[in-house]
């Protein structure tokens, strides 16, 4: 079973308090989503492999430790998961970034793939795929599957927001995949909303509602 990791810290609580607020424009919506993504990125790495380098300090030389250099990738899920990029690449500046399109059909709640373009190497890779909304769980499972179908081994899903029913089919469908969230909410609603959420994740953060 995949491991649910909910990152409580204070600031990310703090934080996600102004995101769901509606009162809150899209500038601070944008850049308090980049700000959480950039504080969960300390915890969705924290098992990345480290090295010993020998360096001279000004007292005396000395053994330190570095990052091993594992490839890192980066997957939104668009639109909204654009909003997580740059908070993970700030501190990964090295992580390649590749990008599948899905929306969420409206009616039947079913994913519909768009656009895929990814980097040639994401079988080599450490994956993140980014996307703020975990609700019925359709586009995370759909997201995955695309990216084990082409390959890649070692994938990590990181929302802010998740509800039970998303979660559970993340982990039916994907057991081998660790979920990264800063909020598991009540439920969802009649129309596949999450409930308390934050609305439309990609409306509030691009403006278009
Ligand atoms: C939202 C959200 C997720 C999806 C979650 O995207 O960003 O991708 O819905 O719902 P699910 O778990 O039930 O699949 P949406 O389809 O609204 O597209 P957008 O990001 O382009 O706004
Ligand atoms: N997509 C969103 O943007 N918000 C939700 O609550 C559910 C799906």
Do not use: W
Not at 21 to 30: A, I, L, Q, S
Not at 115 to 137: N, Q, S, V
């Amino acid at each position: 079973m995949s491991k649910v990791h909910v990152l409580d810290h204070p600031l990310i609580q703090h934080k996600l308090t102004f995101i769901r607020d509606e009162n809150t424009g899209v500038k601070e919506f944008r850049e308090m989503v980049d700000e959480v993504a950039l504080l969960m990125t300390y915890e969705v790495t924290r098992d990345l492999s480290l090295q010993e380098v020998e360096i001279n300090t000004p007292i005396c030389k000395t053994k330190s430790k570095v990052l091993a250099g594992k490839k890192i990738g980066v997957v939104p899920i668009l639109r909204a998961g654009l909003g997580m990029v740059d908070g993970i690449t700030s501190l990964i500046p090295s992580a390649k970034v590749g990008h599948i399109g899905l929306y969420r059909d409206p009616e039947t709640l079913e994913p519909v793939e768009y656009y895929c373009k990814l980097p040639t190497d994401i079988h080599e890779r450490d994956l993140i795929i980014t996307d703020p909304m975990l609700a019925t769980g359709g586009s995370a499972s759909a997201a995955i599957s695309f990216l084990k179908q082409r390959g890649a081994k070692h994938i990590k899903l990181m929302c802010l927001i998740a509800a039970p029913e998303g979660i559970e089919r993340v982990q039916k469908d994907h057991d081998d995949v660790d979920i990264y969230v800063a909020a598991v909410d009540e439920k969802l609603n009649e129309h596949g909303y999450i409930v308390p959420g934050l609305g439309d994740a990609g409306d509030r953060l691009f403006g278009t509602k």
